[in-house]
């Protein structure tokens, strides 16, 4: 070792040159090992409890914000859903059991002269067509004479927010060639629209759809598509129904 003052050569493990009196500073030895500290397993069991916890709520709060998304953003097919479960049984039992609540009259007074039912659930919101205010969604039941539910049909009116006939098309559709028991999913994939209603029947599911088309002569041609699904949402069949002014 050498003195960094006076350069004079000292022992290695010497902290004071005995030439000058500089204070030497020794070098740590990097390669000895360090003392381990010993485990705290109390604390560590205290932080993966913590840590539990921790996660335990995150869950129920994404849980939380899940179910608030899912009940603003419900359009009604929820509610639809939830009461067609109750087709074939009394109107009474389906609302004791869903805890749902029903109306007999709409708050619109469109809804009352242009729609059939017995009860009914609805936005709160409305939306305007050709001028008219409806809800942004129904929800429509019908009853047998044993005040039973025979029909629970889901209507958007904000499909025909735009156009009272609905989403324009690039030409009629047509599905002919759609094999029977096809998924929805893939039917869908022919239609590409959004549904104006969806009703639903002891063993079937109906699609209606609204949207319009440019003819040959560049008319504007609205046609009404329904398309029916059994239980398990396998295509049945359909039908096409141009709708004239008269009709609307």
């Known amino acids: ?22 204070k030497i500073k ?28 921790i996660l335990g709520l ?10 608030v998304v899912a009940l603003v953003n419900d359009n ?19 609302i004791n059991e869903s805890n749902i609540k029903v109306a007999d009259e709409s708050k619109f007074s469109a809804v009352n002269n242009a729609m059939k039912f017995d009860y009914l659930v609805e936005s709160e919101d409305s939306v305007k067509v050709d001028g008219i205010n409806f809800p942004e969604w129904v929800v429509t039941i019908c009853l047998n004479e044993d005040e039973e539910i025979v029909t629970v049909t889901h209507t958007d009116f904000t499909v025909c927010e735009k156009n009272h006939k609905g ?9 002919d060639n759609v094999k029977k028991n096809l998924k929805y999913k893939k039917v869908l994939d022919e239609i590409d629209l959004d549904p104006y209603s969806i009703t639903y029947e002891n ?3 109906m699609y209606t759809y609204k949207y ?3 003819d040959e002569a560049e008319n504007e041609q609205a046609v009404r598509l329904t398309v029916t699904y059994n239980n398990d949402m396998e295509y049945q069949y359909y039908n096409s129904t141009p709708v004239y002014p008269s009709d609307i």
């Not at 003195?3 to 493990?13: A, G, S, T, Y």
């Not at 040159?17 to 500089?22: D, L, M, P, Q, V």
């Not at 009604?76 to 389906?94: F, H, P, Q, V």
């Not at 989403?167 to 599905?175: C, F, P, S, V, W």
Request: net charge positive; hydrophobic share 40%; glycine share 6%.
């Open 26 to 53: 020794q070098k740590k030895d990097k390669s000895a090992p360090k003392e381990k500290k010993p485990i705290d397993k109390a604390g560590l069991i205290a932080k993966i409890k913590l840590a539990g916890v």
């Open 1 to 22: 070792m050498v003195c960094k003052k006076c350069k004079e050569v000292l022992p290695d493990d010497a902290t004071v040159c005995t030439c000058c009196g500089n």
């Open 203 to 205: 063993a079937f599911v």
């Open 58 to 67: 995150a869950i129920v709060i994404i849980a939380i914000i899940t179910l």
């Open 76 to 94: 009604g097919k929820n509610t639809a859903e939830t009461l067609s479960e109750y087709i074939g049984e009394s109107m009474l039992d389906a």
């Open 167 to 175: 989403k324009k098309a690039d030409a009629e559709i047509n599905l």
């Open 212 to 214: 319009y088309y440019e």
